[in-house]
């Protein structure tokens, strides 16, 4: 049996195809159940998350399945396989290995280092040994890849190139400044109350918010989450000194209302439609009220109010397209004639004045003539050289040639015109945040043009992680993730020749006893204590004789391609393949048990990386193939 990984991510799909094949937490149970059901698996776990979804199996036949696997991944994202399939990715034995375990370090994390993943492995791990599809290769996988995620914590700087998404989200809103210092005395609208959800409210908690709202479908949960936010936060509980924020649970009716109230917007649901709407958006923002610094007051013009500040509407300052003030021509009146397209496109004219004048008569092109020469005339007094521009023959072929074909149709040569500077519409200040890390999206992208709107979703957060720097630490996490996946491969190919070797020792047992009875036939006449030495003598020759060969033979085992060791012990002591069977049987049920009685270890810990790699079974050991977790299978 062989480890096998067929998934994307967001390395490999775009976010609108990562949406689209999201799974609920009841399409993964059904996608696990199927798998295992499949012919060419034997265990199975999935591994979703906001930017990938993976599925990891033991199967037999490596073409069968990669064509099972993709199949079931496709039938339960509702995503058809021939749209899915080139965004899929397959890992397979020592690759499918090291793929996990640089996951579980974060270095294929959308924000590279981040912690959540380890988190996430767990539960996926809960999960597939509730449901009974975890055997004793996934089990030692997913242990051993928190292990190696909490050993890339602990030993290297992996926490300074990554963070959390949560962080990395807000400061895309933060910019130059900290997240402490934008967020202070804000007020925030969380929706949503899973781990995410929390995160992101226990972070705002910290630097300082005014104020933190939560919204749920279920409204035990976000009251449970505000109270705890309030507990842990309160000045003189936290550990520096909290920072007295505010926290209050409202049902998700109220979503609506908050919003007008609200500075900073984050959500992470499970929904599979929008939670909140473009429209939902702009109607909170008309009529909403923008605080802005006040203008300084005019020396004894009294004092200002009390806060500093006052309140308008926030609206969009007015275009300045260029005017043409005391032109003599009406614009609204030029009619009828056809502008030439070419002259139009030359740059430096004006499109206003050449739709004006075009078809005009002579009185009224001499009298726009004149005015345009004394606008001329007044910026050459000013210093302004330059209003009325003269084409360059060498230069400018291509315009005179254009000019010559608009003087045979319109019968005249078009002034060449400066056109009036038009002024940049520039966006304002944002008023209202919103934050988006669900998968798929919670809020409709057209919020994002909205005015006074700033929308940060998965796929903007993956455009910026593009650019972020690398750390040195991620080399060194690199290395230890080779290493480990060197150990894992060299313990599982070892473990892989276990039960040959514990049924070649079987077998000599069984010859020592039958050779120990047919001595007893013969010298019926021997006391216990002779027959006892006898038995013992033979014992240890047989011991002496097996010592050096089964354990060279499992150094053997462990290199790249020793998996023949086992076949030719099979053969050369002529061992029966059933009696072999029978002893990988018997450790499944062993691994087995071992998973039940610990499974809800796996759900322990305090948050941190402590705990998160000690699921269940003893401490992963390479060099001992023989322990509890790594006697493997055959």
Known sequence: MSLLVVGLSHRSAPVSVLERAALSADAQIKLLQDTVAAEPATEAAVLATCNRIELYADVDKFHAGVAELSTLLAQHSGVGLEELTPYLYVHYEDRAVHHFFSVACGLDSMVVGEGQILGQIKDALATAQELHSAGRLLNDLFQQALRVGKRAHSETGIDRAGQSLVTFGLEQFAEDATVDAWARDKRVLVIGAGSMSSLAAATLARAGVAEVVVANRTFDRAERLATLLVEQ????????????????????????????????VVSCTGATGLVLTAEVVATAMEGRAVRV??????P????RGASGASVVRGELPPTSVGTEENCPLDPAAAQGAQSVQTVQGTAGFSVLGEAAVAGMGAAELEQHAAWVDKGASAAATEGQTGSVALLDPAAEAEAITALAAAAAVLGRVPERRRPEPVAELPRPTPVLSLLDLAMPRDIDAAAHRLPGVRLVDIESLAEA??????????????????????AFGAALRAAHITPTVVALRTMAADVVAGEIARLDGRLPGLDDKQRSEITQTVR???????????????????????????????????????????????????????????????????????????????????????????????
């Open 233 to 264: 936060y309160a000045r003189g509980s936290a550990p520096e000194g909290g920072t007295d924020v505010l926290a209050r649970a409202v049902p998700i009716d109220a979503v609506a209302d908050e919003l007008t109230r609200a500075d900073v």
């Open 293 to 298: 610094p006040a203008p300084a007051p005019a």
């Open 300 to 303: 004894g013009s009294g004092a």
């Open 465 to 486: 992680s593009a650019d972020a720097p690398m750390a040195a630490d991620v080399d060194q996490v690199r290395r230890i993730v080779s290493d480990e996946v060197a």
């Open 540 to 634: 240890r020759v047989v011991d002496k004789l097996l010592h050096a060969p089964t354990v060279r033979v499992k150094q053997l085992a462990a290199e790249p391609g020793g998996a023949g060791y086992a076949d030719a012990l099979r053969t050369l002591f002529d061992l029966d393949q059933e009696t072999v069977a029978a002893v990988s049987r018997a450790e499944e049920r062993d691994a087995g048990t071992d998973t039940a009685s610990g499974a809800g270890d796996g759900r322990r810990g305090d948050g941190g990386f402590a705990d998160s790699g000690r699921v269940v079974g003893t401490n992963f050991d390479s060099n001992n193939f023989e322990s509890a977790e790594n006697r493997g299978r055959a």
